[in-house]
Protein backbone atom coordinates (compact mmCIF):
# COMPACT_ATOMS: atom_id res chain seq x y z
CA UNK A 1 0.00 0.00 0.00
CA UNK A 2 1.53 3.56 -0.95
CA UNK A 3 0.23 6.82 -0.73
CA UNK A 4 1.36 9.80 -2.92
CA UNK A 5 3.70 12.23 -2.26
CA UNK A 6 4.10 16.05 -3.98
CA UNK A 7 7.64 17.32 -3.99
CA UNK A 8 8.72 20.58 -5.71
CA UNK A 9 11.42 20.42 -7.14
CA UNK A 10 14.52 23.36 -7.34
CA UNK A 11 18.11 23.92 -8.87
CA UNK A 12 20.10 25.49 -6.20
CA UNK A 13 23.98 26.78 -5.89
CA UNK A 14 25.79 25.23 -3.54
CA UNK A 15 26.58 28.95 -2.04
CA UNK A 16 22.58 28.90 -1.57
CA UNK A 17 22.06 26.06 0.28
CA UNK A 18 23.04 26.61 3.83
CA UNK A 19 20.63 29.88 3.94
CA UNK A 20 17.89 27.61 2.17
CA UNK A 21 18.34 24.69 5.06
CA UNK A 22 18.26 27.04 7.75
CA UNK A 23 15.10 28.96 6.30
CA UNK A 24 16.55 32.16 5.92
CA UNK A 25 16.09 32.08 1.91
CA UNK A 26 13.36 29.98 0.05
CA UNK A 27 14.32 28.74 -3.34
CA UNK A 28 13.85 31.12 -6.35
CA UNK A 29 12.44 30.53 -9.97
CA UNK A 30 9.55 27.76 -10.87
CA UNK A 31 9.85 24.65 -10.14
CA UNK A 32 11.38 21.46 -12.06
CA UNK A 33 9.05 19.34 -14.01
CA UNK A 34 11.38 16.30 -13.10
CA UNK A 35 14.51 16.50 -10.60
CA UNK A 36 16.64 15.77 -13.46
CA UNK A 37 15.04 18.09 -15.83
CA UNK A 38 18.32 20.43 -15.30
CA UNK A 39 22.16 21.04 -16.03
CA UNK A 40 22.82 22.10 -12.65
CA UNK A 41 25.67 20.30 -11.17
CA UNK A 42 25.49 21.17 -7.98
CA UNK A 43 21.85 20.08 -5.91
CA UNK A 44 18.15 20.14 -7.14
CA UNK A 45 15.92 20.21 -3.80
CA UNK A 46 13.32 18.85 -3.54
CA UNK A 47 10.30 20.72 -1.02
CA UNK A 48 7.40 18.97 -0.07
CA UNK A 49 4.40 20.15 0.00
CA UNK A 50 1.74 18.90 2.40
CA UNK A 51 -1.88 19.42 2.41
CA UNK A 52 -3.41 21.16 5.38
CA UNK A 53 -0.12 22.33 6.74
CA UNK A 54 0.27 26.18 7.48
CA UNK A 55 3.99 26.04 6.61
CA UNK A 56 3.73 23.57 3.84
CA UNK A 57 7.03 23.87 2.14
CA UNK A 58 10.24 22.77 3.88
CA UNK A 59 13.62 20.49 2.20
CA UNK A 60 12.45 17.01 2.32
CA UNK A 61 15.08 14.99 -0.32
CA UNK A 62 18.17 16.60 -1.89
CA UNK A 63 19.54 15.17 -4.89
CA UNK A 64 23.40 15.87 -5.63
CA UNK A 65 24.51 15.54 -9.08
CA UNK A 66 27.87 14.74 -10.90
CA UNK A 67 30.05 16.93 -8.50
CA UNK A 68 29.31 15.44 -5.57
CA UNK A 69 32.55 15.63 -4.23
CA UNK A 70 33.20 19.51 -4.86
CA UNK A 71 29.76 20.03 -3.37
CA UNK A 72 30.18 17.97 0.18
CA UNK A 73 33.74 19.86 0.41
CA UNK A 74 32.62 23.23 0.09
CA UNK A 75 29.67 22.66 2.51
CA UNK A 76 31.83 20.87 5.17
CA UNK A 77 34.72 24.01 4.80
CA UNK A 78 32.69 26.91 4.57
CA UNK A 79 29.19 25.83 5.89
CA UNK A 80 30.10 23.95 8.66
CA UNK A 81 27.17 24.63 10.65
CA UNK A 82 25.25 22.65 7.58
CA UNK A 83 27.33 19.54 7.55
CA UNK A 84 26.37 16.73 7.70
CA UNK A 85 23.63 17.75 5.17
CA UNK A 86 21.18 14.63 6.45
CA UNK A 87 20.27 16.79 9.70
CA UNK A 88 17.72 18.52 7.60
CA UNK A 89 16.95 16.29 4.66
CA UNK A 90 17.57 13.26 3.12
CA UNK A 91 20.69 13.12 0.75
CA UNK A 92 20.91 10.87 -2.51
CA UNK A 93 23.18 10.98 -5.20
CA UNK A 94 21.36 11.01 -8.70
CA UNK A 95 22.11 7.38 -9.41
CA UNK A 96 20.28 6.12 -6.64
CA UNK A 97 17.68 7.83 -7.99
CA UNK A 98 17.55 6.75 -10.78
CA UNK A 99 17.98 3.02 -8.92
CA UNK A 100 15.13 3.59 -6.72
CA UNK A 101 13.00 4.61 -9.96
CA UNK A 102 11.67 7.42 -7.22
CA UNK A 103 10.45 10.20 -10.28
CA UNK A 104 6.96 9.77 -8.46
CA UNK A 105 7.21 9.06 -4.89
CA UNK A 106 4.98 7.46 -2.50
CA UNK A 107 5.17 6.21 0.80
CA UNK A 108 5.87 2.75 1.60
CA UNK A 109 3.96 0.66 3.97
CA UNK A 110 4.98 -2.93 5.16
CA UNK A 111 2.11 -5.41 5.33
CA UNK A 112 2.64 -9.42 7.23
CA UNK A 113 6.21 -9.70 7.11
CA UNK A 114 7.43 -13.35 6.99
CA UNK A 115 8.74 -14.73 10.17
CA UNK A 116 12.17 -16.12 8.67
CA UNK A 117 13.09 -12.38 8.18
CA UNK A 118 12.37 -11.60 11.55
CA UNK A 119 13.42 -14.76 12.95
CA UNK A 120 17.05 -14.70 11.12
CA UNK A 121 17.67 -11.14 12.21
CA UNK A 122 17.15 -12.39 15.86
CA UNK A 123 19.32 -15.53 15.09
CA UNK A 124 22.36 -13.19 13.98
CA UNK A 125 21.71 -11.16 17.16
CA UNK A 126 22.34 -13.52 19.11
CA UNK A 127 25.66 -14.82 17.36
CA UNK A 128 26.93 -11.05 17.43
CA UNK A 129 27.12 -10.94 20.97
CA UNK A 130 30.40 -12.08 22.23
CA UNK A 131 29.42 -13.75 25.33
CA UNK A 132 26.72 -16.18 25.52
CA UNK A 133 22.96 -14.15 25.60
CA UNK A 134 19.67 -15.17 27.09
CA UNK A 135 17.50 -15.21 24.22
CA UNK A 136 15.01 -13.86 26.69
CA UNK A 137 17.75 -10.61 28.09
CA UNK A 138 19.13 -9.60 24.86
CA UNK A 139 17.87 -6.15 23.81
CA UNK A 140 15.88 -5.20 20.79
CA UNK A 141 17.89 -2.13 19.81
CA UNK A 142 20.76 -4.89 18.57
CA UNK A 143 18.65 -5.20 15.99
CA UNK A 144 19.45 -2.49 13.63
CA UNK A 145 22.72 -3.09 14.15
CA UNK A 146 22.20 -6.76 12.50
CA UNK A 147 22.95 -6.78 8.87
CA UNK A 148 20.38 -8.88 8.12
CA UNK A 149 18.25 -6.34 9.35
CA UNK A 150 19.62 -4.16 6.34
CA UNK A 151 18.87 -6.57 3.80
CA UNK A 152 15.55 -7.36 5.43
CA UNK A 153 14.25 -3.82 5.18
CA UNK A 154 15.80 -3.40 1.52
CA UNK A 155 13.61 -6.68 0.92
CA UNK A 156 10.67 -5.68 2.55
CA UNK A 157 10.46 -1.89 0.80
CA UNK A 158 11.70 -2.94 -2.46
CA UNK A 159 10.30 -6.29 -3.43
CA UNK A 160 11.56 -7.92 -6.60
CA UNK A 161 14.30 -5.65 -6.59
CA UNK A 162 17.64 -7.74 -6.95
CA UNK A 163 19.73 -5.13 -8.04
CA UNK A 164 19.17 -2.97 -4.52
CA UNK A 165 19.68 -6.20 -2.37
CA UNK A 166 22.90 -6.67 -3.96
CA UNK A 167 23.70 -2.60 -3.37
CA UNK A 168 22.94 -3.36 -0.17
CA UNK A 169 25.15 -6.07 0.31
CA UNK A 170 27.80 -4.31 -1.32
CA UNK A 171 27.79 -1.33 0.99
CA UNK A 172 27.35 -3.31 3.96
CA UNK A 173 30.73 -4.95 3.32
CA UNK A 174 32.39 -2.01 2.03
CA UNK A 175 31.65 -0.10 5.91
CA UNK A 176 32.55 -3.55 7.16
CA UNK A 177 35.87 -2.96 6.14
CA UNK A 178 36.37 0.35 7.80
CA UNK A 179 38.93 -0.17 10.33
CA UNK A 180 37.47 2.51 12.13
CA UNK A 181 34.51 0.37 13.04
CA UNK A 182 34.40 -2.24 15.54
CA UNK A 183 34.53 -5.88 13.99
CA UNK A 184 31.72 -8.21 14.22
CA UNK A 185 31.65 -11.79 15.28
CA UNK A 186 29.45 -12.72 12.01
CA UNK A 187 30.78 -11.00 8.80
CA UNK A 188 28.97 -10.11 5.11
CA UNK A 189 31.08 -13.15 3.86
CA UNK A 190 29.48 -15.42 6.28
CA UNK A 191 25.70 -14.49 6.26
CA UNK A 192 25.77 -14.28 2.01
CA UNK A 193 24.91 -17.90 1.66
CA UNK A 194 22.37 -17.56 4.39
CA UNK A 195 20.56 -14.58 2.75
CA UNK A 196 20.64 -16.97 -0.48
CA UNK A 197 19.07 -19.44 1.35
CA UNK A 198 16.11 -16.86 2.46
CA UNK A 199 15.44 -15.95 -1.07
CA UNK A 200 15.48 -19.21 -2.65
CA UNK A 201 12.80 -20.75 0.30
CA UNK A 202 11.22 -17.47 1.44
CA UNK A 203 7.92 -18.66 -1.36
CA UNK A 204 8.60 -22.49 -0.95
CA UNK A 205 6.32 -24.81 0.66
CA UNK A 206 7.60 -28.42 2.01
CA UNK A 207 3.57 -29.73 2.38
CA UNK A 208 4.00 -31.41 5.72
CA UNK A 209 3.06 -30.55 8.96
CA UNK A 210 5.52 -32.78 11.09
CA UNK A 211 8.68 -31.40 12.68
CA UNK A 212 11.32 -33.56 12.00
CA UNK A 213 9.70 -34.26 8.15
CA UNK A 214 9.73 -30.43 7.18
CA UNK A 215 12.97 -29.93 8.81
CA UNK A 216 14.38 -32.76 6.30
CA UNK A 217 12.64 -31.27 3.28
CA UNK A 218 14.08 -27.85 3.80
CA UNK A 219 17.83 -29.07 4.02
CA UNK A 220 17.03 -31.27 0.51
CA UNK A 221 16.54 -27.59 -0.80
CA UNK A 222 19.65 -26.19 1.09
CA UNK A 223 22.24 -28.48 1.09
CA UNK A 224 21.89 -32.34 0.29
CA UNK A 225 25.09 -33.27 1.94
CA UNK A 226 24.13 -31.93 5.63
CA UNK A 227 20.83 -34.00 4.76
CA UNK A 228 22.98 -37.24 4.28
CA UNK A 229 24.91 -36.48 7.92
CA UNK A 230 21.45 -35.89 9.42
CA UNK A 231 20.08 -38.88 8.50
CA UNK A 232 22.73 -40.67 9.21
CA UNK A 233 22.73 -39.84 13.20
CA UNK A 234 19.95 -41.51 13.89
CA UNK A 235 20.14 -40.46 17.73
CA UNK A 236 18.79 -37.08 16.04
CA UNK A 237 15.26 -38.31 15.06
CA UNK A 238 15.01 -40.61 18.42
CA UNK A 239 11.85 -39.93 20.36
CA UNK A 240 13.46 -39.50 22.97
CA UNK A 241 14.35 -35.92 24.04
CA UNK A 242 17.49 -37.43 25.70
CA UNK A 243 18.58 -39.28 23.13
CA UNK A 244 18.50 -36.65 20.63
CA UNK A 245 20.99 -34.16 22.90
CA UNK A 246 23.34 -37.21 22.72
CA UNK A 247 22.49 -37.37 19.06
CA UNK A 248 24.01 -33.72 18.85
CA UNK A 249 27.27 -34.62 21.02
CA UNK A 250 28.38 -36.46 18.62
CA UNK A 251 27.56 -34.74 15.62
CA UNK A 252 29.58 -31.74 16.89
CA UNK A 253 32.45 -33.62 17.83
CA UNK A 254 32.48 -35.42 14.11
CA UNK A 255 32.02 -31.63 12.77
CA UNK A 256 34.74 -30.40 14.73
CA UNK A 257 36.93 -33.39 14.05
CA UNK A 258 36.71 -32.97 10.24
CA UNK A 259 37.08 -29.33 10.36
CA UNK A 260 40.19 -29.53 11.30
CA UNK A 261 41.18 -31.65 7.78
CA UNK A 262 38.69 -28.92 6.20
CA UNK A 263 36.91 -32.39 4.47
CA UNK A 264 33.60 -30.11 5.22
CA UNK A 265 32.74 -26.41 4.67
CA UNK A 266 32.33 -23.76 7.25
CA UNK A 267 29.01 -22.74 5.48
CA UNK A 268 27.94 -26.65 5.87
CA UNK A 269 29.31 -26.80 9.63
CA UNK A 270 27.20 -24.00 10.61
CA UNK A 271 23.82 -25.08 8.91
CA UNK A 272 24.69 -28.54 10.35
CA UNK A 273 25.22 -27.49 13.42
CA UNK A 274 21.43 -25.37 13.58
CA UNK A 275 19.50 -27.90 12.57
CA UNK A 276 20.77 -30.42 14.95
CA UNK A 277 19.82 -28.20 17.68
CA UNK A 278 16.32 -27.35 16.37
CA UNK A 279 16.09 -31.43 15.65
CA UNK A 280 17.24 -31.96 19.22
CA UNK A 281 14.54 -29.61 20.75
CA UNK A 282 12.18 -30.12 18.45
CA UNK A 283 11.64 -26.47 18.62
CA UNK A 284 13.56 -23.38 19.36
CA UNK A 285 13.57 -24.51 23.16
CA UNK A 286 17.33 -26.06 23.19
CA UNK A 287 19.25 -22.87 21.55
CA UNK A 288 21.52 -22.99 24.75
CA UNK A 289 23.36 -26.44 22.70
CA UNK A 290 24.60 -23.88 20.63
CA UNK A 291 26.30 -22.27 22.99
CA UNK A 292 29.78 -24.07 23.16
CA UNK A 293 29.95 -23.54 19.07
CA UNK A 294 29.37 -20.25 19.62
CA UNK A 295 32.80 -18.77 19.23
CA UNK A 296 33.94 -21.09 16.55
CA UNK A 297 30.95 -20.83 14.50
CA UNK A 298 28.89 -18.06 15.33
CA UNK A 299 26.88 -18.06 11.75
CA UNK A 300 25.24 -21.02 13.47
CA UNK A 301 22.91 -18.57 14.91
CA UNK A 302 21.64 -16.88 12.00
CA UNK A 303 21.24 -20.11 9.95
CA UNK A 304 19.03 -21.66 13.35
CA UNK A 305 17.04 -18.16 13.40
CA UNK A 306 16.33 -18.63 9.60
CA UNK A 307 15.13 -22.01 10.02
CA UNK A 308 13.21 -21.76 13.00
CA UNK A 309 11.42 -19.06 10.86
CA UNK A 310 10.94 -21.66 8.38
CA UNK A 311 9.37 -23.98 10.53
CA UNK A 312 6.91 -21.84 11.82
CA UNK A 313 5.42 -20.26 14.97
CA UNK A 314 4.02 -23.13 16.50
CA UNK A 315 7.54 -24.72 17.02
CA UNK A 316 8.83 -21.60 19.05
CA UNK A 317 8.85 -21.55 23.12
CA UNK A 318 7.95 -18.60 24.59
CA UNK A 319 11.25 -16.31 24.43
CA UNK A 320 11.92 -16.57 20.67
CA UNK A 321 8.34 -16.08 19.86
CA UNK A 322 8.16 -12.76 21.81
CA UNK A 323 11.66 -11.44 20.82
CA UNK A 324 10.58 -12.47 17.02
CA UNK A 325 7.45 -10.48 17.27
CA UNK A 326 9.92 -7.33 18.58
CA UNK A 327 11.90 -7.56 15.63
CA UNK A 328 9.66 -7.95 13.45
CA UNK A 329 7.77 -4.54 14.91
CA UNK A 330 10.99 -2.90 14.10
CA UNK A 331 10.94 -4.34 10.44
CA UNK A 332 7.04 -2.79 9.55
CA UNK A 333 7.92 0.34 10.44
CA UNK A 334 6.73 2.92 7.74
CA UNK A 335 8.37 4.92 5.34
CA UNK A 336 8.04 8.22 3.50
CA UNK A 337 10.15 9.73 1.12
CA UNK A 338 9.93 12.99 2.52
CA UNK A 339 10.31 12.13 6.31
CA UNK A 340 13.42 13.06 8.09
CA UNK A 341 15.98 10.65 8.21
CA UNK A 342 16.21 8.47 11.47
CA UNK A 343 19.89 7.45 10.66
CA UNK A 344 22.71 9.84 11.69
CA UNK A 345 24.15 10.23 7.91
CA UNK A 346 22.99 9.28 4.62
CA UNK A 347 25.58 7.14 1.69
CA UNK A 348 26.23 9.76 -0.61
CA UNK A 349 28.04 11.66 3.30
CA UNK A 350 29.40 7.95 4.37
CA UNK A 351 31.02 7.11 0.87
CA UNK A 352 32.60 10.49 0.66
CA UNK A 353 33.68 11.12 3.92
CA UNK A 354 35.39 7.47 3.80
CA UNK A 355 37.17 8.10 0.84
CA UNK A 356 38.47 11.48 1.51
CA UNK A 357 39.49 11.62 5.45
CA UNK A 358 41.43 8.73 7.09
CA UNK A 359 40.85 9.99 10.43
CA UNK A 360 38.50 8.18 13.55
CA UNK A 361 37.45 12.17 14.10
CA UNK A 362 35.77 12.13 10.51
CA UNK A 363 32.76 10.36 12.18
CA UNK A 364 33.91 10.31 15.70
CA UNK A 365 32.81 14.24 15.22
CA UNK A 366 29.39 13.69 14.08
CA UNK A 367 26.38 14.79 15.81
CA UNK A 368 25.36 11.47 16.45
CA UNK A 369 22.04 9.56 18.27
CA UNK A 370 24.46 7.43 20.13
CA UNK A 371 27.90 8.36 21.59
CA UNK A 372 29.37 4.98 20.74
CA UNK A 373 27.95 4.36 16.94
CA UNK A 374 26.78 5.51 13.75
CA UNK A 375 24.07 5.02 11.90
CA UNK A 376 23.98 5.08 8.63
CA UNK A 377 21.06 5.09 5.56
CA UNK A 378 22.37 2.34 3.02
CA UNK A 379 19.01 3.49 0.81
CA UNK A 380 15.68 5.19 1.63
CA UNK A 381 14.43 3.19 4.44
CA UNK A 382 17.06 1.16 4.70
CA UNK A 383 19.92 1.82 8.35
CA UNK A 384 22.35 -0.05 9.83
CA UNK A 385 24.08 0.49 13.00
CA UNK A 386 28.09 0.59 13.53
CA UNK A 387 29.87 0.73 16.68
CA UNK A 388 32.99 3.28 16.04
CA UNK A 389 36.07 1.54 17.00
CA UNK A 390 37.75 3.15 20.31
CA UNK A 391 41.03 4.15 18.55
CA UNK A 392 42.32 6.49 21.69
CA UNK A 393 40.88 3.69 23.86
CA UNK A 394 42.85 1.37 21.82
CA UNK A 395 46.27 3.00 21.68
CA UNK A 396 46.31 3.83 25.67
CA UNK A 397 45.55 -0.55 25.81
CA UNK A 398 48.59 -0.56 23.47
CA UNK A 399 51.10 1.43 25.29
CA UNK A 400 49.88 -0.15 28.52
CA UNK A 401 50.81 -3.23 27.08
CA UNK A 402 54.36 -2.08 26.05
CA UNK A 403 54.87 -1.31 29.81
CA UNK A 404 57.48 -3.46 31.15
CA UNK A 405 55.88 -5.57 34.42
CA UNK A 406 59.07 -6.70 35.68
CA UNK A 407 60.91 -3.78 37.86
CA UNK A 408 64.62 -3.07 36.49
CA UNK A 409 66.89 -4.65 37.66
CA UNK A 410 69.47 -3.28 40.38
CA UNK A 411 73.07 -1.28 39.23
CA UNK A 412 76.09 -2.90 39.53
CA UNK A 413 76.76 -1.72 43.52
CA UNK A 414 77.27 -3.77 46.61
CA UNK A 415 73.53 -3.22 48.69
CA UNK A 416 74.63 -4.51 51.36
CA UNK A 417 77.06 -2.18 52.63
CA UNK A 418 75.12 0.71 51.01
CA UNK A 419 72.35 0.21 53.45
CA UNK A 420 74.80 -0.37 56.23
CA UNK A 421 75.99 3.06 55.68
CA UNK A 422 72.35 5.02 55.32
CA UNK A 423 71.39 2.76 58.69
CA UNK A 424 74.68 4.42 60.22
CA UNK A 425 73.56 8.28 58.63
CA UNK A 426 70.46 8.27 60.03
CA UNK A 427 71.49 6.69 63.97
CA UNK A 428 73.75 9.54 63.78
CA UNK A 429 71.00 12.11 62.93
CA UNK A 430 68.77 10.50 65.24
CA UNK A 431 71.28 11.01 68.17
CA UNK A 432 72.23 15.14 66.92
CA UNK A 433 68.23 15.44 67.06
CA UNK A 434 67.74 13.88 70.60
CA UNK A 435 70.74 16.26 72.22
CA UNK A 436 68.65 19.31 70.76
CA UNK A 437 64.98 18.75 71.67
CA UNK A 438 63.56 19.83 75.47
CA UNK A 439 62.17 17.29 77.26
CA UNK A 440 58.32 16.78 75.75
CA UNK A 441 56.65 15.76 79.31
CA UNK A 442 57.79 18.44 81.53
CA UNK A 443 55.03 21.05 82.30
CA UNK A 444 54.73 24.29 83.69
CA UNK A 445 52.54 26.68 85.91
CA UNK A 446 50.91 29.68 84.12
CA UNK A 447 53.01 32.71 83.89
CA UNK A 448 56.09 30.89 85.39
CA UNK A 449 59.03 31.38 83.30
CA UNK A 450 60.28 28.11 81.23
CA UNK A 451 63.76 27.21 82.71
CA UNK A 452 65.27 26.32 79.56
CA UNK A 453 68.32 23.25 79.55
CA UNK A 454 71.89 24.52 80.60
CA UNK A 455 73.23 23.83 77.36
CA UNK A 456 70.85 26.74 75.74
CA UNK A 457 70.62 29.25 78.52
CA UNK A 458 70.57 32.77 76.79
CA UNK A 459 73.73 34.73 76.67
CA UNK A 460 72.01 37.84 78.62
CA UNK A 461 71.71 35.42 82.00
CA UNK A 462 75.57 36.09 82.04
CA UNK A 463 75.69 39.77 81.40
CA UNK A 464 72.70 39.91 84.47
CA UNK A 465 74.82 38.14 86.77
CA UNK A 466 77.92 39.90 85.72
CA UNK A 467 76.38 42.87 86.80
CA UNK A 468 75.24 42.02 90.23
CA UNK A 469 78.46 41.13 91.09
CA UNK A 470 79.95 44.54 90.18
CA UNK A 471 77.35 45.94 92.48
CA UNK A 472 78.72 44.32 95.78
Keep these: MSTAITIDWYP ?35 IANLTGVVESSFPSIMLVGSARKEVLAWI ?15 VLSTDDWLD ?18 S ?34 RTTLLYPHRDTLRNKCADRLSFVEN ?40 LLKILAPQVLALIESNKLLLSDSAEERV ?3 DSIVDYLFAESKHNRISRSHSALCFAVAALLAGRGTS ?56 QAD ?45 DHFGAKLRNEASKTPTEPAKPTNVDNTKEIARVLEMLRQAQELLQKQVPEANKQFGLFVEQELPTTQKPKRSRESRARKSSEK
Design 12 to 46: VERQSLPAILMGIEKPSGSPLPNPLATSSKDVVLG
Design 76 to 90: STYAEEAFPLSQFCR
Design 100 to 117: LASEQPSSQLIGPVNSLW
Design 119 to 152: SLVLGEMLGQVSSDQDVSTIALSRASACFSFAIA
Design 178 to 217: NSRFGRKNISTALLKPIWSAAFAVERIAIGSSDFATYLLG
Design 246 to 248: KGF
Design 286 to 341: HIQLLGPVAQDFPDAFPWYGLLAGMVGQQYWDKAWSQQVKGVERTLRQCFRLDEPV
Design 345 to 389: ICWIEYDWLARTYDSPEAFSMLPRNFPSGLAIELLPGVICQFRLE
